[in-house]
Nanobody, 123 residues
């Protein structure tokens, strides 16, 4: 079993920055891909970023590319999402996810999810 807990969400003005953290339980954190998804009111949950088990490969949605950076510290069982140049369109609940079936990139159906953390960007 993998337990994920997000933190770091909050209120920020457009152009500002936030860093989200996701703390994971378990001894095999370094063995699988991790990712971030988000869901805005009235919209479907969408992929934001993914990172391979080693941290050597990362993937981003076009909407956040160049602004967000995903990273992980396997020694701390933690994955991060650094969000810069935030826009009102980034407002959503952000979810951390683990995909234990792969080392490379999270799929469309990760098997573990955090409870989410709210990010609100004001104009």
């Amino acid at each position: 079993q993998v337990q994920l807990v997000e933190s770091g969400g909050g209120l920020v003005q457009a152009g500002g920055s936030l860093r989200l953290s996701c703390a994971a339980s378990g001894r095999t954190f370094s063995s699988y891909a991790m990712g971030w998804f988000r869901q805005a009111p009235g919209k479907e949950r969408e992929f934001v970023a993914s990172i391979s088990s080693s941290g050597r490969s990362t993937y981003y949605a076009d909407s956040v590319k160049g602004r967000f950076t995903i990273s992980r510290d396997n020694a701390k069982n933690t994955v991060y999402l650094q969000m810069n140049s935030l826009k009102p369109e980034d407002t959503a609940v952000y979810y951390c996810a683990a995909d234990t079936s792969t080392r490379l990139r999270v799929g469309v159906k990760p098997d573990y999810w955090g409870q989410g953390t709210q990010v609100t960007v004001s104009s």
